[in-house]
Nanobody, 117 residues
Framework: QVQLVESGGGLVQAGGSLRLSCAASGRNITIYTTSWYRQAPGLERELVAESTGNGYTNYPDSVKGRFTIIRDKATNTVYLQMNNLRPEDTAVYYC???????????WGQGTQVSVSS
C-alpha cells in the first residue's frame, strides 16, 4: 500500500509554467511505475506522463516537449514540470502508481490546474 498526495496546482496564464508534486508514503516509489493523469469536465481521464525510473518515459503528443515527469528517489517524490501551458491543459491532475506500465493501482486525490487565455 502506498499513499499519494498531490500539490502545486493553481491558476496560471497561457504560456506560463507550473510544477506539480506527488509525495509518496508507505512504500518506496522505486518499486512502481509512476504516472500523471488528467481529467477535464466532460472528458475521459487521460495519461499525460509515465516513467518506470529505468529511462523509459511516455508522453502523448499533446504534451510532448512541454511536460516532464521527474522522480526523486531521495525524497520519495514524483514531480510533473509543465511549461508553455495552454488553456486546453486545464484539468484535475492525478498522480498514480502501479507495478505494471499502464495499469496504475494507487491514486492521489487530485489537484486543479487552470490555464487562462
Amino acid at each position: 500500500q502506498v499513499q499519494l498526495v498531490e500539490s502545486g496546482g493553481g491558476l496560471v496564464q497561457a504560456g506560463g509554467s507550473l510544477r506539480l508534486s506527488c509525495a509518496a508514503s508507505g512504500r518506496n516509489i522505486t518499486i512502481y511505475t509512476t504516472s500523471w493523469y488528467r481529467q477535464a469536465p466532460g472528458l475521459e481521464r487521460e495519461l499525460v506522463a509515465e516513467s518506470t525510473g529505468n529511462g523509459y518515459t511516455n508522453y502523448p503528443d499533446s504534451v510532448k516537449g512541454r511536460f516532464t515527469i521527474i522522480r526523486d528517489k531521495a525524497t520519495n517524490t514524483v514531480y510533473l514540470q509543465m511549461n508553455n501551458l495552454r488553456p486546453e491543459d486545464t484539468a484535475v491532475y492525478y498522480c498514480a502508481a502501479g507495478v505494471r506500465v499502464g495499469t496504475p493501482r494507487y491514486w492521489g486525490q487530485g489537484t486543479q490546474v487552470s490555464v487562462s487565455s
